[in-house]
Every structure is written in C-alpha cells, then in structure tokens.
C-alpha cells in the first residue's frame, strides 16, 4: 500500500507535458499544473491563433494568461526529490526504433498507446486522456499505435480521404476527379473487405483445422506402420528361432544317432579283435609246445607226446579279413547335405516371396498438387458430355464439348436425364489424377459428381446434396456449394475455370485462369465412388481442349 501511495505522488507531481517532476511549477485558472517552461513553449505555438488552451482539459484562456510559479506546489517537489523517490517512466515504458512514440511528449518521447484517425497523430497514456474526458475528442476514431497516418491523407487538398474508389482501387478525397467510376464510402468498402477478410480467414481456419487433422491421422498411421513392423519382426524372429530349434534338434539327433552307431560297430570290432588276440595267444602257447617236442632227444618220449599235439598242427578256425574302401559315415553326410540344399532352395524360393510382402507394404499418401499450369495440363483428361444426361433444354454441339440453354431439344426419354435443372454430365468417368478446363459465358456451376445423383427436383442440382461438389461462378462472385451448404469464395473474376482432381487422395481444387493460375477453393474428403465432371448453365460453357 505503501508503494502505490509513493506511485500516486509522482503522478501528482508530474508534468503531463514532459511527464518529468515539476521544474518551476505553475497553476492555471482550470487547476491544473505543468513546468513553466513546457506551458510557455506549448502557448508559444498557440500565438497564431491568440487563444491559449489548457493541454488536457482544453479549457480556453483569453488573453494570454501571466504565468506564476506556485511555492506550495515548488516545495512539494523539492521535498519528494529529497526523498530519493524519481518520477519518470521506466526505460521499457519510451518509444524505442520500432515503436511508435507521442506525439505530444517533449524531450525522451514514451510510447504511443493510441492513434486518432482524426487527429492524425499518436498518444501515449496521459496525453490520451483528453480524447476520453473531453466531449468533441470522445467521437474521434481511436486504433492501434500506427507509423503510417499519413496515408489516410490526401496529398493535394491536406484532408482526411473518406471515399474509395472501385474503379481504380484507391482511396480519395474528392470525386471531381472520379466521376462516373463506383465510389463509395472508405467505410462501406472497409465493411465489405472485412467480410471477405473474414471468409478468408474462415478458410484458412478450416484448411488449418483440416490439416492438423491430417496430422493427427499421418500421426496415427506412422504410429500404426511401426506397431505393425513391431509385430512383424517379433512374430518372425519367433518363427525363425522356432527354425532354428528345429535344425538344431535334428543336428543333435544326427549326431546322437552317429555317435550311437559308432559307439555300437567300434565294441563289435574291439570284440573281434579281443577275441584274435585271444586266439593268437593260445596259437603262441602250443606253437611253445610244438617247439619243445620237436627239440626233445629221445625218440621214445617224442613218439609218446606226439599224439597229443599232433591236433595243434593247424589253427581250429581262420579269419578272412580285408579292409576294403567302406564310406561309413559319409553317406550321412551327404543325406545332410541334401536336406540342406533343399532347404536352402525352400528359402530362396520363399524368401522371393517374403520379400514381395514386405515391398508391398505401402501407405497411400496424396501426392504433391501440381503448381504451374503446365503441370496441370499433364493430368488434362478429354472430356466430352454426356447427351443422355442433358437437360431437355440444353443443346450439346462441337463433339459434345459445349453447352448451351436453350429452347426445348427432341431428346429421347432416357432413365439418366436430368429433369430438375439445366445440367448435363460428362460420358467419361473419373478416377486417379485428372484436370480440366471450362470456358464459361454467365452463370455456370462447374462441379463433378457419383453416377447415382439425383435426377430429378430441386434435390438433384449440383451440390445441392451429398453427391456432388459444386463452384457457382458468376461475373461478380463464386460461391461454393456441398450437401446445400454455399460457402463465398474470393479470388480474381475470370471466364475459366480449371478443376484438379486427386480421387485416390480425396483432393478437389478449383481455379481461376488467366494470365495466372489462382486456387479459389480445395476440397479435402473421401471419394467413395467413380466421378463425373458436370456443368448446370444458365447461358454457355464448353470443355477446353488443352492437348
């Protein structure tokens, strides 16, 4: 509370000219204060004039008043410039290179807050307060702090320029010079650029509202891709290790069953050979005994023994064994290795397969719109209408490319025409990347359309219902029609028309060609069916040949 006692003080005793403390102050008959030499300098440009006016209140003062330095009001200063305490504005609160300064502010210049379009100058704060107390500145048109008041004002007659004129796209003055073009107020002209501001920005809103729901989606299907390649890559790596695992316990059971039949033939052939050696060391014994007989002297002995070892003169049994070039295990080998070039061949050929799969995973993105008339007319389709589907009055002629209201033609009855209004469809159908061109003459709703719209009462004209897309042209405006709902379209008047269609990406575009290309209106949605440029006339259109 302290604070803003000390803040009120210093308002106090501020100078309103200067907005510093009072130097030398004096009071005028209204009561209020300023420094002597700011009233004296402001009086000064007011000699011209000889009536002297207060700076807030504006009160008038004839003749010019004496000016009296106030003791009070002078002592008063001094005291709050003892206390320390200082009055000016902080730094931030004056005008800096970009910002645009009072007017009326002497010295260090503050901040505009306001500018008056009547004055046709800018205010800060306090000096402002007049244009709120005094009755004849309450009326003034106060805005935004603007650099740029000058331009409201006409160089030759020195005057607030109040009138706009059409013709030549400038405000004025006076309209001596401007007879005969369409003129009218800079306010009413004002009201209708705001409206089509307004239009503008309700576009702009929706195209922003539009993508960052495209946003959301591309988020979400980013967000679906790698939950899906996730997936697909654990599934596969437990499908692969699931291979693996099996590989791996026929190698073992391979092995296994190697080792085991080694194990078995290697016993049977350690078996023989035990049993050889065996019978090699029984053969070595008695081949001992035969010695020792044979060696023995007396033949008595030698003829009584003999007999008995006359039996081991040749061995009880023989062997016949040869190593012959056996593969063993070998054949084993090449089993495995047939399974492997089998397998190996199921891999490829699968694998072919597999990678098609993941090739084929593909998000469906629009893409990028044309930007130069040549690029358009690469995606220029040959359009003809359809004469099974024209109005009653409508007469078709150069191939079927033009359209003209008329009187009644000797159609024959067919289920496809219209009878509700003065439209004609076109024979080809719509799909993928398509642009064409109309030359119109009056009235003329360009639009495309399903096969299935309507073909009778007021239900069936072109965007009239959910079927169809329509752009309204006329020599003065464009209105954009869905599902009966007319939006204003703003852009430059011209007699062609061009239309681009993305069917896959649910794009519609509209433009106005000239010497330039300028997009009038796009629609972003989902096409859920083939579609038909169509024309509703009320005097001529004809589909351009652009190849």
């Given amino acids: 509370m302290a604070q803003k006692g000390v803040q009120l003080d210093q308002e106090t005793f501020s100078c309103s000219i200067c907005l510093d403390l009072l130097k030398d102050p004096v009071t005028v008959s209204c009561g209020h204060s300023y420094c002597m030499k700011c009233l004296q300098t402001y009086w000064d440009t007011e000699d ?8 807030q209140c504006r009160q008038t003062f004839t003749p010019r008043p004496v000016l009296l330095k106030n003791t009070m009001l002078a002592v008063l200063v001094e005291e709050l410039k003892t206390s320390g305490l200082q009055a000016a504005p902080a730094d931030h609160c004056y005008a800096g290179a970009e ?11 503050l901040k505009a807050q306001k500018s008056c379009l009547q004055c046709l100058a800018s205010y800060c704060q306090n000096h402002l307060q007049p244009h709120f107390e005094v009755a004849p500145l309450k009326n003034h048109k106060l805005v935004e702090p603007s650099k740029k008041l000058q331009e409201n004002v006409c160089s030759r007659h020195d005057e607030v320029m109040k009138i706009f004129c059409r013709t030549d796209q400038q405000s004025i003055f006076l309209l001596d010079e401007h007879k005969g073009h369409n003129t009218v107020s800079a306010a009413a002209e004002r009201a209708e650029r705001q409206r089509e501001l307004e239009v503008s920005r309700q576009n702009i809103q929706q195209g922003i509202q539009d993508r960052e729901k495209d946003v959301k989606l591309l988020q979400q299907e980013a967000e679906a891709i790698n939950c899906s390649a996730d997936k697909a890559v654990e599934d596969s790596q437990k499908i692969f290790t699931q291979l693996i695992r099996l590989l791996e316990k026929r190698r073992s059971d391979v092995t296994q069953q190697v080792r085991s039949q080694q194990e078995s033939q290697v016993r049977r052939v350690k078996e023989l050979e035990e049993k050889l050696r065996q019978e090699i060391a029984e053969l070595k014994r008695r081949d001992g005994e035969l010695q020792t007989l044979s060696q023995t002297q007396d033949h008595n002995q030698f003829l009584h023994d003999y007999p008995s070892l006359s039996a081991l003169r040749q061995p009880s049994r023989s062997y016949s064994i040869h190593i012959r070039p056996l593969r063993y295990f070998e054949d084993v080998t090449v089993a495995v290795s047939a399974v492997r070039d089998k397998l190996q061949d199921v891999l490829t050929e699968t694998w072919t397969n597999i990678s098609h799969k993941v090739s084929n995973v593909d998000v469906l993105l629009p893409q990028p719109e044309p930007k130069t008339r040549e690029e358009f007319i690469r995606y220029s389709c040959d359009i003809t209408l359809d004469p099974n589907t024209a109005h009653t009055e409508l007469l078709l002629s150069d191939g079927n490319r033009k359209v003209t209201r008329t009187n009644q033609q000797s159609y024959a009855r067919h289920p496809d025409r219209f009878t509700g209004e003065y439209q004609v469809l076109s024979r080809e159908s719509l799909t993928g ?19 299935n719209i309507s073909r009778t009462g007021k239900e069936c004209g072109f965007g009239r219902n959910d079927k169809s897309w329509s752009l309204f042209c006329s020599n003065r405006v464009y209105y954009f029609w869905y599902n009966n709902v007319n939006t204003l379209v703003s852009g430059p008047r011209s007699s062609r028309v061009g239309v681009y269609l993305d069917h896959s990406a649910g794009v519609l575009s509209f433009y106005s060609i000239s010497e330039t290309m300028t997009l ?13 440029a169509g024309l509703r006339v009320c005097d001529t259109a004809e589909m351009c040949k652009l190849k």
Avoid: I, M
């Fill in 99 to 109: 910002d645009v300064a009072c007017d009326f502010c002497s010295g260090r210049k």
């Fill in 48 to 55: 011209e004039k000889n009536l002297y006016s207060c700076p």
């Fill in 520 to 532: 009038l209106h796009r629609v972003h949605t989902t096409f859920t069916q083939p579609l038909h």
């Fill in 433 to 451: 990347r398509c642009y064409w061109e109309v030359e119109r003459r009056g009235r003329v709703s360009v639009a495309v359309a399903y096969k």
